[in-house]
């Protein structure tokens, strides 16, 4: 109860700002992030989390593509789709940032409508957001089938190091599994702004706290860390 | 036994009351900003995805090539972060507890620079140039 309390007044009045704030909020008897919520500061500590399991992931990639003796495919071949009889490099690549990047737009303003209390407009953008994550996760099933079939495995490829496959189906399916929790956390929020959940305050089915729209903020956090995810990966892994 | 897990209840319910309260008013007042900002970070994102592309597009080879695609990739993650993710409004406490440890994974970055080279060398000293 006496942390609620706390929460009533405007935590960050008369505190400095700068090193000097830095340092007063870290010291003892503080709350470290004087006006996040325990749910907001969680989500942006898993974010970090995850920041790491795919750093160790990219630099386990460079690691190998550094150190190997057989020249590394080139992804801008590799990922080109033929159209119209012409090769296109790596256009089925550019097409999924667009997608993602799309999708992360409609989510910010998702947000921005939920914080309006615009029920409405919040759920069809974030659904909009979900269809657009689903095409997204699509698109990478085609081209995992079509890599597949050329006959890439995470042993070996006809074009080179065979580091190639298995860096390829180990970063890129770690993220389309993020892309895909993403959607389905997607859909179960917009059922609950569409269902007004967050005006009622009606329990939660999972942890029967009332749910208020700082949820589809951090609901957003997840959705964006997901897009940047793929920035690092379409530099690193597809332009490289 | 049943007294005591009613009380526990109602307690637990006046508490999510207070603090459903005390994050909305918040975060009511903290992040609101016009769609019109959005909408021109989404634009940017699109020129600097479809410059990245054009370096590949292109054929740009080499240094230029790594330049250009590390700092158009920064810039992407940049405006996420702060515009998208709202950390631009943060206060530095959380912005750098988030943004920092991130920064240290440079250090693992050029221990497995060290190791890869020596790996390298280690094959091609033992085992040659064939495959």
């Known amino acids: ?240 | 036994m049943a007294e005591a897990t009613a009380h526990g209840q109602g307690q637990h319910g006046l508490h999510a009351v207070h603090t459903h309260d005390a994050t909305a008013v918040q975060a009511d007042a903290h992040q609101e900003h016009p769609i019109k900002l959005y909408l021109v970070v989404w634009a940017w994102l699109f020129i600097l995805s479809a410059c990245s592309y054009m370096v590949d597009y292109f054929g740009v080879h080499g240094y230029l090539r790594w330049t250009l695609i590390l700092i158009f990739m920064m810039l992407k993650a940049g405006l996420i972060v702060a515009v998208f993710m709202h950390m631009a409004w943060e206060r530095l406490a959380l912005a750098y507890a988030i943004i920092l440890p991130p920064v240290l994974v440079l250090v693992f970055t050029l221990m497995m620079v060290f190791e890869a080279d020596y790996t390298l060398f280690t094959r091609l000293v033992y085992f040659g140039n064939s495959p």
């Open chain 1, 1 to 240: 109860m006496a942390e609620t309390t706390v929460t009533h007044i405007n935590p960050t009045a008369q505190r400095p700002e700068g090193w000097q704030g830095i340092a007063a909020d870290w010291a003892s008897d503080q709350r470290a992030f004087k006006n996040v919520s325990w749910g907001k500061a969680m989500m942006w500590i898993f974010l970090l989390s995850d920041t790491f399991i795919f750093g160790c992931f990219l630099l386990s990639y460079m690691t190998a593509r550094m150190s190997t003796r057989v020249p590394w495919p080139n992804p801008s071949e590799v990922f080109a789709l033929n159209i119209g009889g012409a090769e296109i490099p790596l256009i089925l690549i550019a097409i999924m940032t667009f997608v993602l990047i799309s999708s992360s737009g409609t989510m910010a303003m998702a947000v921005n409508f939920g914080y309006r209390h615009d029920r409405r407009k919040t759920a069809i953008l974030m659904l909009l957001t979900a269809a657009l994550g689903a095409t997204f996760v699509g698109m990478q099933a085609f081209e995992w089938t079509k890599l597949i079939t050329e006959g890439v495995r995470p042993w070996g490829n006809p074009w080179g190091a065979a580091q190639f496959g298995s860096t390829f189906f180990m970063i890129t399916g770690f993220h389309g599994t993020h892309v895909t929790i993403g959607v389905i956390f997607l859909i179960i929020t917009a059922r609950k702004v569409w269902r007004g959940d967050y005006d009622t305050a009606r329990k939660g089915f999972f942890t029967s706290r009332k749910g208020n729209y700082e949820s589809v903020e951090i609901m957003g956090l997840y959705w964006h860390f997901v897009d940047l995810v793929w920035v690092f990966i379409f530099a690193f892994f597809y332009l490289w």
